[in-house]
């Protein structure tokens, strides 16, 4: 009898274990599943954001080590960064993971990929998906302190004997004090459990308003910035371009009748025609039109359609209907996303082949750029993200909630790719 209690208390712990892990670390996990759709690692910063959270997590958790699996036994994250992309052979706690079923395991002092001399360790298995309903894109594996519930199995152990000699030395006297004193223990492990579920709860909570607050101070600090940079190139058009158009008018009144087709006069008038070209340039880079009285599919459109008047290049634009509408902060970014990328089509390709995709995935609007240019080295993809001048944009578009990538073929052109959430 007191070996089948303690069979049935540890699983039953074993079973609310994994239930809660469940629970939490799938949402915990959840902002970085959207990267495994698209690669099949981390980045290096996803891989320090991991790391940072589970290191603020482990003291409370009594967390050991922690990793993250493929789905073929490959290790996309460990707390042990010496064994990040090594494979190993799917375990069965793996496997079973894999399947779509949390796995616990009780070990001492070392697991199937790591060793912890002089501790004994719990290892839970969850799976993770990017939505209830879809497929294991990962597994993780935690590895916990387990002496304290070792010293409640003990603790059980021995009063479950106990209990078993006084059942059987006063089982005349009857055995209500007994079903009484197993209640209080059923009852106060409860209560430690409940209150563990809380304290998980409270830092879910904590942690998502301040991812909250921080995207929302993100919108705000890009709002302001467009603002400013409409009110910078209104400066320049109704200042330095009023100037220099007054000044072609001055010019003709300088030089009047046949000295208009002197040298001077023509070199001046190249100069400030030249002047006036680029202030205009300028004035056109810097300001968007009024995009806050426009829905989303009007904005892009008028974006584009200034990009043609422009360069007097062809531009294919392919929007799906019925999109999603966004905050202004995330509609402002696409069309930034859109005049970067068109701009550096014209630059860098010459026009050739540009393309512009607009559709809804999920929670997001999904924007994609391409040109038919010379294309990229796929080594020089990352650094060429600073030379196209994307970087802030990259960096901009991420504290909204979203991404930005770059793909490239040697002669076969460029493709932008950004991700944006429609809830910011």
Known sequence: MGQWTLFRVEAAVKEDIGNRNSVYFRYFFADYLSELERSDSFSAATTQAIGQEIDALAEDLNLIAAKIWTTDGRILFDTDPSLISRQFPVTEGLAKAVGGTVAVEFENGSGDHGNYPGQKTLEVYVPLRRHADGPVLAVAELYYDRTSLLATFQGTRRLTWMIDAVVLAVVALGIYPIVAQGDNVIDRQRAELKEKVERLTQLLEHNKALRLRIQKASSLSAENAE??????????????????????????????????????????????????????????????????????????????????????????????????????????????????????????????????????????????????????????????????????????????????????????????????????
């Open 227 to 424: 603002l400013h940079l409409r009110r910078i190139g209104a400066d320049l058009h109704d200042g330095i371009g009023q100037l220099l158009t007054i000044s072609l008018l001055k010019l003709d009144q300088l030089f009047p009748g046949d000295q208009a087709r002197s040298r001077d006069y023509v070199i001046l008038r190249e100069m400030l025609e030249e002047a006036m070209g680029e202030v205009r340039a300028m004035v056109s880079g810097l300001s968007l039109p009024h995009m806050m009285e426009k829905g989303l599919t009007d904005a892009i459109g008028l974006v584009i359609l200034k990009h043609r008047h422009r360069t007097s290049t062809t531009v294919d634009c392919m929007i799906e209907p019925d999109l999603n509408e966004v905050s202004n902060p995330v509609k402002l970014a696409i069309c930034r996303m859109v005049q970067e990328g068109l701009n550096n089509a014209y630059k860098h390709a010459g026009g050739k082949g540009q393309s512009v995709t607009v559709r809804g995935e999920g929670g997001f609007v999904v924007v994609t750029i391409s040109d038919e240019g010379p294309g990229m080295q796929p080594h020089a993809v990352s650094n060429d993200m600073q030379q196209l001048g994307l970087t802030g944009l990259r960096n901009r578009i991420i504290s909204l909630g979203g991404s930005l990538s770059v793909d490239s073929v040697p002669g076969k052109g460029v493709t932008l790719t950004g991700y944006f959430p429609t809830d910011v």
